[in-house]
């Protein structure tokens, strides 16, 4: 064969197999970055191809860089994983070896291979589910729900309030609901409320999350499978089957990939299914819930969400406030908390003191009502003889807010290290706010990128971080 046939094929060869490829020449200029590459890091091929990698990554400090690495100091870095939120935000895991090329002792380019085995991951972490639930299938998740009601919903603040009579009022229609609220608002709660204050409340209430399962499995879980669907496949009713009569929640629907919620909102209009494989069109009556934590507006905005499928899920939405917007519950759910915890670990601890108080109601609770929850769990399980719940047994994430305590009451550390809490602490804050985006966040705290970067090194919080806008 020629060369340039050789070439020819080469070609396509990178562009074709799933490995993201970057190749670079001695001087540092890229020279072949594939579609696996562009589509893994977000970028466009013609922009990267034959630029100075310094230049097309300015985020990039070169001595993180494994690429260059490779090139000044000929090093090698084998099968190193790397976990980091794309531009996308989501969260993508990639296993990375990077050597140089070197021939007749010169170096003449550095290669990285980068395979993203995020979806091999949840499979594998699908695989032990599903077989956990095959060895137990009475436990399987979808029937050990735990029953929640209205009267277990606990708010006095107007706006939610608010919400509560307009989840009431639909509980006694038929309509499917959206629910848009944070993570830990209470979204699933509602949604299980509903059910069991409607007509259906004799029937199954059956909950799916939509971002724990690859597309294909969470399509024949919905669906359900027929004989001669696929190898293997066996009959076997989805849970739109199982829920008949009842309710299906779509737990993060947002996580629903584009073509399975046509074939949703198909099912939704026809009001039957087809199981995966098979030929027979299935009648349910099925009521649909489906919960979001991110705005409506937004995934619409993004084409996340499919329009059609919106206004057919959206019949009634129910928007959940997050907590740090109604402070008035937050004493209040505390207290109902305390209740439940000193019941379930035989405390005794009757009262909260004024400081413990002060330092619930100066937190932002970026958990919503989870991390609240969790925060007096851990409060109660803790606490010793004590009668009363004091603001020392209160372990807020600090990563997120201020430190609370008072600057008076300095542990061993003294001033530096107090300090130096609060500065990580706001770097954290800045990091998580803009997506691990380095320049972005230097930008909000008003330091320089390598001011950042030079502190995110000192406090060694690199990992998840810095990788986020570097290759
Ligand atoms: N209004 C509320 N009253 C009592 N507990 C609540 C309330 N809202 C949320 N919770 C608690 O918060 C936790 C998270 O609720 P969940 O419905 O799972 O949130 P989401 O689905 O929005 O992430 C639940 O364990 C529940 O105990
Ligand atoms: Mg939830």
Redo the contacts with the bound molecule.
């Keep these: 064969m020629k060369n340039r046939e050789y070439m020819i094929i080469m070609k396509h060869i990178l562009q074709l197999i799933d490995e993201g490829i970057h190749v670079v020449d001695p001087e540092g200029n890229s020279v072949v970055y594939n579609r696996a590459m562009a589509m893994l890091e977000k970028m466009e091929s013609q922009d990267v191809l034959k630029k100075p990698f310094a230049e097309v990554f300015k985020n990039i400090d070169l001595n993180e860089s494994t690429l260059m690495q490779a090139l000044s100091k000929r090093q090698t870095t084998m099968r190193k994983e790397q976990t980091y939120l794309n531009k996308d935000g989501r969260e993508i895991t990639t296993v990375n070896t990077t050597v140089p090329v070197i021939e007749d002792g010169e170096l003449i380019g550095a290669i990285e291979i980068a395979k993203n085995i995020t979806e091999i991951q949840k499979m594998s972490r699908t695989i032990l589910e599903l077989r956990r639930e095959m060895d137990q299938p009475q436990k399987s998740k979808a029937h050990k729900i735990k029953k929640?009601s209205f009267d277990?919903?606990?708010?006095q603040n107007e706006v939610?309030l608010e919400t509560?009579a307009l989840a009431k009022r639909a509980a006694k229609t038929n309509a499917s609901i959206l629910?848009y609220?944070?993570?830990?608002?209470?979204?699933?709660?509602?949604?299980?409320s509903i059910h069991f204050a409607s007509d259906r409340q004799s029937k199954p209430f059956l909950a799916q999350n939509c971002a724990a399962l690859p597309s294909n499995l969470l399509e024949s879980i919905l669906f359900g499978t027929s004989k001669g669907g696929f190898t293997g496949a066996t009959d076997r009713p989805g849970m739109f089957e199982q829920a008949d009569g009842g309710t299906l929640l779509l737990?993060e629907i947002n996580s629903m990939p584009i073509e399975l919620q046509g074939k949703l909102l198909r099912v939704l209009q026809e009001q039957y299914i087809r199981r995966v494989g098979g030929v027979k069109d299935i009648p349910i009556d099925v009521r649909i819930l489906a919960?979001t934590?991110e705005p409506p507006s937004e995934l619409l905005a993004k084409g996340i969400l499919r329009k059609d499928l919106y206004y057919r899920l959206n019949i009634i939405e129910i928007d959940?406030p997050p907590l740090r917007q109604r402070p008035d519950?937050i004493l209040l759910?505390a207290e109902?908390?305390m209740e439940k915890y000193n019941k379930k670990y035989g405390k005794k601890i009757w009262m909260m003191a004024n400081s413990a108080k002060q330092k619930l109601l100066s937190y932002d609770y970026p958990g919503?009502?989870?991390e609240?929850?969790n925060i007096i769990m851990s409060a109660i399980s803790m606490a010793e003889e004590e009668h009363v719940l004091l603001d020392k047994h209160l372990i807020v994430n600090r990563r997120k807010s201020l430190p609370q305590q008072d600057i008076y009451e300095l542990k061993e550390g003294g001033l530096d290290e107090y300090l130096a809490g609060i500065e990580k602490s706001m770097i954290e804050n800045a990091l998580v706010a803009h997506g691990g985006n380095i320049s972005k966040a230097a930008e909000s705290l008003k330091i320089k990128r390598q001011t950042l970067q030079h502190k995110i090194k000192k406090y060694k919080m690199q990992e998840r971080h810095s990788s986020c806008d570097e290759s």
Excluded at 152 to 155: A, I, T
Excluded at 181 to 192: D, Y
Aim: hydrophobic share 35%.
């Design positions: 929640y277990n919903l606990y708010g939610f509560l629910i609220g944070e993570t830990g608002t209470g979204k699933e709660l509602i949604a299980q737990d919960t934590n959940i519950d759910l109902q908390f919503n009502v989870r609240l929850e």
